[in-house]
């Protein structure tokens, strides 16, 4: 099981990151692949019940340039079960800067569940009260607003790398995982060796910062070859796994406005990171994370998003 999350929270990191730079930095191709991508984001598109957010008085003005949140949800679902939320996200993007930033939330996280009356670990709040009752909480642990979400099957990931066709990397660390082998030089992944590839971290002595390189290698990879004239045939794919594993409440129009006001913002994704200690409580294991190293993480986002 500890490998399966290890798994899945490697992988939406990459593919949450795929997502919202595709949204930043597409490029236009002719009015087939214009009217498949808008067919797609209709699959895409799932508004959701939930009152305007109090930390955002107004709504986002996305043609006015503001800077904007999306949270990023990795779930399990299964018939007949809408799954738990195994990996949250957050990410803030600001035209100005150029840049977006990146925070993982542990999924032990001890938090209030808003609308529960509680506190409990805050991927719980998914299985609560699905979207609306994540968005909340993690708005109110953040202290920031969350204008966006976007929803990530965990099963069909792999089919992003292969919609392309696999990807091309230039590998520095020679090392096995998974039962690939992974030399130096140049070589070629499909979805299920891009996963393996992207999550290893024991064998590198970089860490974490290893495993961020390989992501970021898989990541512009996949904008690579989506951009490539190669891969125009393989838009449909690339739209339909797109389609069959994400769901947001952005709309096609919101996306347009997306590309068109703030593509220089992928120029720059930071990935930062929250800090905690573990314990048990009732026999529970949680991560406890310091007033000073929540206000840290709180106050880096909202000078991101303009706040201050």
Do not use: C
């Amino acid at each position: 099981m500890r490998t399966q999350r290890k798994k899945k929270k490697a992988w939406l990191k990459v593919t949450g990151i795929i997502v919202l730079i595709l949204l930043i930095a597409g490029g236009t191709y002719g009015l087939i692949v214009y009217n498949s991508l808008k067919n797609a984001v209709e699959t895409m598109h799932q508004p959701i019940d939930r009152e305007q957010s109090k930390k955002r008085p107004e709504p986002i003005a996305l043609n006015k340039k503001q800077p904007f949140s999306v949270l990023m949800m990795g779930v399990d679902e299964r018939q007949g079960d809408k799954g738990r939320s195994d990996t949250m996200i957050v990410l803030t993007v600001n035209p100005n800067t150029k840049s977006v930033k990146m925070l993982s939330i542990p999924r032990d996280t001890r938090t209030e569940i808003v609308g529960k009356g509680k506190e409990d670990k805050i991927n719980h709040a998914y299985a609560f009260g699905d979207v609306p009752m994540a968005m909340d909480t993690v708005e109110k642990f953040l202290d920031i607003p969350l204008d966006y979400y976007v929803k990530i099957n965990m099963e069909g990931f792999e089919d992003i790398v292969d919609a392309v066709g696999g990807v091309v990397v230039q590998n520095d660390l020679d090392f096995s995982s998974d039962g690939y082998h992974f030399p130096k030089g140049e070589i070629i992944l499909d979805g299920k060796k891009a996963l393996s590839f992207s999550r290893m971290r024991y064998e590198d002595p970089r860490g974490d910062f290893g495993r961020q390189i390989r992501q970021r290698l898989i990541i512009q990879a996949i904008i690579n070859k989506g951009a490539s004239l190669s891969s125009l045939t393989k838009f449909q794919d690339i739209f339909n796994a797109l389609g069959d594993n994400v769901k947001t409440n952005l709309t096609f129009n919101e996306m347009v406005d997306i590309q068109e006001n703030y593509k220089d913002a992928s120029e720059s994704v930071e990935q930062i990171e929250i800090k905690g200690s573990s314990s048990k409580i009732n026999g529970i294991y949680y991560l406890i994370i310091s007033p000073g190293e929540k206000q840290r993480v709180q106050n880096e986002l909202k000078a991101h998003l303009e706040l201050n």
